[in-house]
């Protein structure tokens, strides 16, 4: 089994859809977990992170994680053509420590 | 609003030759990484680097690979003697170190062996 497995992509969906992205993991030592978004040809840039069950909302963006199930959402709400990217979790041991990233799903959200 | 910076963006390079990889973290932060992703794949960690020494590195990060922080600002990755399979973009990443504050990821360094 995979460490963490990202459901597979592309996604496309309309302008002003709510966008579910899921991610899984296996070790039960990942407390830390992140959300990154990856423009063509750029790095990776922070969205959210958490430490902790539950919720945390910052705008449009709702991160969600149920360590119980070994599982992470995130949640983008009214979808935007600017939202149009690669989409990848991360997680790991500590904010400090070696991070595990799934493999990235592709989102197209169109006008 | 500060942010890591890399250079080249893009580096050639004939296989067998030496490559330095430069980065300059966020400014107060204390923790320092390397990341790579091969064409297609995922971000696959390679090391960290804390108070001058290595404090992880994955299976990756064999004897041909080295960091250094030569200076206060400039955070270093070299390849002894680069192979095809090298070929990837490498991420330099910088975190605080406390309160559990996230990493922060550069644009990346295309690095092409021919």
């Known amino acids: 089994q995979k460490e963490v497995e990202q459901d597979p992509g592309p996604l496309s969906v309309p302008e002003g859809a709510i966008v579910s992205l899921n991610c899984t993991y296996s070790n039960s030592a990942f407390q830390y977990f992140m959300w990154y978004r990856q423009y063509s040809r750029k790095g990776p840039e922070l969205l959210m992170y958490?430490?902790?069950?539950g919720n945390k909302e910052d705008g449009r963006f709702t991160a969600q994680v149920d360590k119980s199930s070994k599982y992470i959402s995130l949640f983008i709400r009214d979808s935007q053509p600017s939202d149009s990217a690669t989409y990848l979790c991360?997680?790991?041991?500590?904010?400090?420590?070696?991070?595990?990233f799934g493999k990235g799903i592709t989102l197209s959200v169109r006008p | 609003e500060p942010e890591v910076t890399q250079t080249p963006s893009h580096q050639v390079t004939q296989m067998g030759q030496e490559v330095i990889l430069r980065c300059v973290p966020i400014s107060n932060h204390l923790y320092f990484y390397w990341y790579r992703q091969i064409l297609g794949q995922k971000v696959e960690f390679l090391v960290s680097?804390?108070?001058?020494?290595?404090?992880?590195k994955s299976e990756i990060f064999d004897d041909q690979f080295s960091v250094e922080r030569p200076d206060g600002s400039n955070f270093t990755l070299k390849i002894r003697s680069t192979k095809l399979e090298d070929s990837a973009m490498y991420f330099c990443?910088?975190?605080?170190?406390?309160?559990?504050?996230?990493?922060?990821f550069g644009d990346g360094t295309r690095l092409s062996i021919l």
């Open positions: 990443a910088s975190s605080e170190g406390y309160s559990n504050q996230p990493q922060h």
């Open positions: 958490t430490y902790s069950s």
């Open positions: 991360a997680m790991g041991p500590g904010a400090n420590s070696k991070l595990t």
């Open positions: 680097f804390y108070n001058n020494e290595i404090s992880e």
